[in-house]
């Protein structure tokens, strides 16, 4: 176990995706190596799986979707261009207009309530949407309104990449940050996904300067390798 374990806040995203990814994060929460959980309401998973998840003491944030119509596709990772083209037509259409998303995500935080009884520990969103300023204006509204004092942000910044995902967020996230500052929520000091890390030894053994939420998706066979050697 790396020696600044105490510092990493490890996610898993995509629980509900799929039930390999269902099966991947229970083995890593009940082995100790996760700390919190993103949980898609949407998804697919089992009253025994949630049951387990509900029972580790884990937190369990809410993974946000935007598209109701959507279906999980398991094993695709669409890239960074793709995904911007394909939100940019779907700004044009009714169903993004941030009234529906604003419904939308209430739905859904409702809807976790209803599985577990209680609100999420935090939220988040599928493939960073919630970074998109108009959305990040409702998602602290509504984590105000529901008393969720947690959101993935990266209060202080996110860790450097030379990946696409971090240059676009990189941008979104200094337009989001006046919004964040005003809201009072709480956040960890920096935010990495594991797949932005090119050399996971070397960046472990950096010492961080405060907290860092690493998000990882189990479901990935070379994240899930990842996460077993060095965490």
């Known amino acids: 176990m790396n020696k600044h374990r105490k510092t990493f806040v490890l996610t898993a995203d995509d629980f509900g995706i ?30 025994q799986e949630l049951e387990k998840l509900r029972q ?28 911007g083209v394909l939100f940019s037509l779907k700004l044009l259409s009714r169903q993004m207009r941030s009234g529906f998303v604003s419904l939308y995500w209430e739905q859904q935080i409702d809807q976790f309530h209803a599985l577990l ?18 959305y990040f204006h409702l998602l602290t509204k509504l984590a105000q309104k529901k008393e969720i004092s947690f959101i993935r942000f990266g209060k202080v910044a996110l860790i450097p990449s030379n990946t696409s995902v971090y240059r676009i967020l990189f941008w979104l996230h200094k337009k989001d940050r006046p919004t964040f500052l005003a809201s009072h929520l709480q956040s960890t000091d920096h935010l990495v996904s594991l797949d932005w890390i090119k050399d996971l030894p070397i960046f472990l053994s950096q010492e961080p300067s405060g907290s860092l939420e690493i ?17």
């Open 18 to 47: 799929s039930p390999r990814a269902n099966k991947n994060i229970l083995a890593l929460v009940k082995a100790k190596k996760i700390d919190r959980v993103s949980l898609m309401v949407h998804g697919a998973f089992t009253p």
């Open 56 to 83: 580790s003491g884990v937190k369990i944030d809410l993974h946000l979707e935007n598209d109701p119509k959507k279906k999980h596709r398991q094993g695709i990772k669409e890239g960074a261009f793709l995904r």
């Open 117 to 134: 009884g209680r609100y999420p520990d935090g939220l988040n969103s599928h493939q960073h949407i919630h970074y998109f300023p108009p």
């Open 215 to 231: 998000v990882c998706h189990p479901e990935r066979k070379h994240e899930l390798e990842l996460i077993q050697k060095y965490f």
